[in-house]
């Protein structure tokens, strides 16, 4: 049994449609969990501004099957408005619904199906739901496999005549949806007929793509904005604006390279200031100084023989650990002054700091 849900901000009215087998209100205080969080879903977002208490759940109605819950959660995102990439939207739901399913797209002939039924049973709502209050009747004892024991050859024998059988394109789950990748550093943009096709071309060109990561450059926002090196674009995720001169540049065969700032590397790095800065050896006080704190970082990754985080190191230096990789860390612009010209006097001197 699934439950087709509803949750609705108090302070704009703004909704988000869902559907759950777990049930909606169990459901919900998922949603809310998730929004502690660092996901950047619309609703999530929305959860953290305003807080929990300004939003509640409805149970709208529910259903039997997963390929109709995931058909009445796209009827009700369009009935709501609730897809928040249209412009009349007033919803926190970032696709168009049917992803439990991956968006599987039914025919004419089962949509009409799904719609006559709908019509003749009604809403199978709490106690108008024939199996309202009877639990799990095959569960446990009850269930007529309770108790056997499969063999190794019949375990095999189901193994061998499952797998493979809806892998890839042959998954009726797969979602036939347009998507784009574009590699920044040429400006190639390549398009293809669902978000599977685009992970397997990749896949066979050696690059592995995290489907939660592609997504998140695909939805754009304030989150990630590349992926190993490429943009990508989905029909029903990303910006319209944003989609439509994609499919401009590809039409017209148009290649333009982009070149991503990275603001994290080397000397332009923010937390490669230019001042005075040192390392000291715990075990025998020697001395090192350079002219930033990019050239401390740089010396002490090849001096500890691995890469070491800017937030470690600044830990060190800040006193939250007594050292790191056995060097206390002192800089011009955190460590006192008069530390400072001790330091500054000793190296000079040719000193050591425990002298």
Same mark, same amino acid.
């Given at each position: ?20 087998? /777990?049930?909606?209100?169990? =459901?919900? &205080? ?32 529910? @259903? ?7 058909? =009445? ?37 089962? $949509? ?20 309202? *209050? ?5 569960? *446990? ?21 499952? =797998?493979?059988?809806?892998?890839? &394109?042959? &998954? ?17 943009? #390549? ?14 060109? *050696? ?11 695909? $939805? ?13 674009? =989905?029909?029903?995720?990303? #910006?319209? $604006? ?16 982009? @070149? ?29 100084? !350079? ?23 600044? &830990?060190?230096?800040?006193? /939250? ?31 050591? !700091?425990?002298?």
């Amino acid at each position: 049994m699934y439950d087709i849900y509803v949750i609705t901000n108090k302070v704009n009215g703004k909704r988000y449609v869902g559907y759950t087998s /777990k049930g909606y209100e169990s =459901r919900f &205080n998922d949603h809310i969990k998730q929004s502690r969080g660092s996901s950047e879903r619309y609703l999530c977002r929305a959860i953290r501004k305003y807080g929990k208490d300004q939003f509640y759940t409805e149970l709208i109605e529910q @259903v039997e099957t997963l390929a109709e819950a995931a058909e =009445r959660e796209k009827h009700f995102i369009g009935k709501m408005k609730t897809f928040a990439h249209n412009k009349d939207a007033h919803g926190y739901n970032a696709t168009l619904g049917g992803e439990g399913m991956n968006g599987a797209v039914f025919s004419k002939e089962t $949509r009409k199906k799904i719609s006559v039924t709908h019509k003749k049973r009604g809403s199978w709502s709490g106690e108008s739901n024939p199996k309202y *209050g009877k639990g799990h009747l095959v569960s *446990g004892i009850n269930h007529p496999l309770f108790g056997t024991k499969m063999s190794i050859d019949t375990k095999e024998k189901i193994g061998n005549s499952n =797998r493979g059988r809806l892998k890839g &394109n042959a &998954n009726p789950s797969i979602k036939a949806v347009i998507c784009y990748s574009l590699e920044c550093s040429t400006g190639l943009i #390549e398009k293809f007929n669902s978000f599977f096709d685009l992970r397997d071309s990749f896949e066979k060109r *050696g690059i592995k793509l995290n489907r939660s990561s592609v997504l998140a450059v695909m $939805r754009g926002g304030k989150g990630r904005k590349t992926f190993k090196g490429h943009m990508f674009f =989905r029909q029903d995720v990303t #910006e319209h $604006r944003v989609l439509t001169e994609i499919e401009h540049k590809f039409k017209h065969g148009i290649i333009e390279p982009v @070149v991503m700032k990275d603001h994290r590397q080397g000397s332009i790095h923010p937390n490669a200031k230019s001042v005075s800065s040192y390392a000291v050896d715990v075990s025998n006080g020697e001395i090192h100084k !350079f002219d930033s704190w990019f050239d401390l970082k740089s010396w002490f990754d090849v001096r500890v023989g691995s890469k070491t985080s800017y937030s470690n190191l600044y &830990n060190a230096l800040k006193g /939250k650990y007594r050292h790191t990789r056995g060097y206390k860390l002192f800089r011009e612009d955190v460590t006192d002054k008069d530390t400072m010209d001790d330091l500054l006097l000793k190296y000079n001197e040719g000193r050591t !700091f425990n002298d």
